[in-house]
């Protein structure tokens, strides 16, 4: 990755924040800096490449490269956060493609192009999913013709529910049409 000369205020921190990452930091030109990243199986390298590029990466005077040539800047920070994520939670890519290939996935070292191809193929197809709708107590006591749990309390306890809302009870408020 290059980048520099910027008039940007945040440039020093993104100078340091390449130092940081990645000890293969120069200053090719004044002000100009490539930084290298050993792409293999840290997270943290990727990590680190992709803050970077996160700081840099709209900055006119920046270019992201695989080997020699030219690549996405947007698709190299998503390929540095995904590779990250998927090697610390994982320790390798288990980035499931049942919905296609991404760009992302195209500069990214870790990805297995024949585990693309089977799962595009539905051979390691998605788990379904499963929602599971439990009735309550009150519905359930419906449904068998009984009265819901607690209205039987509450009728031998003396209190007597009118058929209609009596004339001298207040008006409900109106609804908040913001809830």
């Known amino acids: 990755m290059e980048f520099g000369p910027s008039r940007s205020t945040r440039f020093a921190r993104a100078v340091a924040e390449a130092r940081k990452g990645d000890p293969s930091v120069a200053e090719i030109e004044p002000g100009r800096f490539q930084a290298r990243f050993a ?39 998503e390929m540095a956060w995904c590779a990250s994520s998927q090697l610390a939670s994982y ?13 992302r996935c195209a500069l990214c070292p870790l990805f297995d192009a024949e585990r693309a191809i089977r799962d595009m193929l539905g051979e390691n197809p998605l788990p379904a999913t499963v929602f599971e709708i439990q009735l ?37 408020p109106a609804p908040d049409p913001f809830a």
């Open 39 to 77: 792409l293999e199986r840290e997270a943290g390298v990727y990590a680190g490449l992709a803050a970077l590029i996160q700081r840099v990466w709209r900055w006119r005077a920046s270019e992201v490269y695989e080997e020699e040539e030219t690549v996405s800047p947007y698709h190299a920070k």
């Open 91 to 103: 320790g390798t890519c288990r980035f499931r493609f049942s919905y296609g290939v991404f760009p």
């Open 136 to 172: 309550g107590p009150n519905f359930q006591a419906l449904l068998r013709g009984e009265s819901p749990v607690g209205v039987d309390e509450t009728l031998q306890q003396g209190v007597e529910v009118p058929d209609f809302v009596p004339e001298e009870w207040p008006e409900p």
